[in-house]
Every structure is written in structure tokens, then in C-alpha cells.
């Protein structure tokens, strides 16, 4: 039997992860591959990674897991903390399905886990008094500051 390797793969569910001002740590999905050649295959720095076909279906995934979600995406963020983590639910869910019918490969590459990592908003309260007047107190500070 061939040497099973593992390659981690790191999914922006915004897709501008490294456009981010410094300290923002964006939503991501990170999944986790074992599998053997010809689905697996090596970088120049002899570092496991998807073979270049598998690579370039992961990213076709991506694209379509990102428009698919875009308008719930924009819109996260709001008071109802079940519908955000529902959006959250769907789209994790709907990443992991899109692999196996699209990426997987039975006794070549699998799905061995997914995690999430970053921030991911689920609740954002901006309708309360405290919170209306503390950013009333932040447009009135003086603009030397």
C-alpha cells in the first residue's frame, strides 16, 4: 500500500483573508485530507499537497460554497443569534457536501475532519441604548484624537 499522506487545506469563507487590515482574523474553514498518489502529490518544498486537478476542483468548490452564500454572508451579523448560526450551519454543511460529491475519491483522498478558525460573527446588537450611546460618544470626540 501506498504511504497515506495528510494535507490541511485552509478555506476563507470570505475569500479577502489576506487583504485584511492586520488583526483581523477572518472566518475560515479548515479541512483536513488524507489520501494517497495520484490525488495527493508533493510541492517543491516535498511538502504533501493536492494534486493539481484536485486543487483546482477545491477552488471551483470555494467559489460556488462563496456565491452561493454571499447575501446571508452580507447580512450576518444581526440580533437573532438562531438565524446566524443556522447561515453558519448551512454553509459548513454545504462545503462538506460539495467535497464529497465533487473532490472526494474512495481509497485515494478522503475527508479526514473539518474545524472552523477566525472570527465568526453571531450575534451583533446595535439597537441598544448603551450601545446607541457609546457611538454617539465616539462621533463626538474631538477629531485631534
Known amino acids: 500500500m501506498a504511504e497515506v499522506l495528510t494535507v490541511l487545506q485552509e478555506f476563507d469563507v ?6 485584511s487590515p492586520y488583526g483581523i482574523d477572518t472566518p475560515k474553514i479548515n479541512a483536513q485530507f488524507v489520501g494517497v498518489t495520484p490525488a495527493v ?3 517543491v518544498h516535498n511538502q504533501p499537497k493536492l494534486a493539481r486537478v484536485n486543487a483546482r476542483k477545491l477552488r471551483d ?3 460556488a460554497v462563496r456565491q452561493q452564500f454571499a447575501p446571508q454572508l452580507n447580512t450576518l451579523g444581526g440580533p437573532d443569534l438562531a438565524e446566524n448560526l443556522g447561515v453558519i ?3 459548513i454543511t454545504a462545503f462538506k457536501d460539495r467535497l464529497e460529491q465533487d473532490l472526494l475519491v474512495p481509497e485515494q483522498l478522503e475527508l479526514e475532519s473539518l474545524t472552523t478558525s477566525g472570527e465568526w460573527l453571531t450575534y451583533w446588537q446595535d439597537e441598544a441604548p ?3 450611546a457609546k457611538e454617539q460618544q465616539r462621533t463626538n470626540l474631538p477629531k485631534d484624537f
Open 14 to 19: 470570505f475569500g479577502n483573508g489576506d487583504a
Open 41 to 43: 502529490a508533493f510541492d
Open 61 to 63: 468548490i470555494e467559489q
Open 89 to 91: 450551519q448551512q454553509l
Open 130 to 132: 448603551l450601545v446607541r
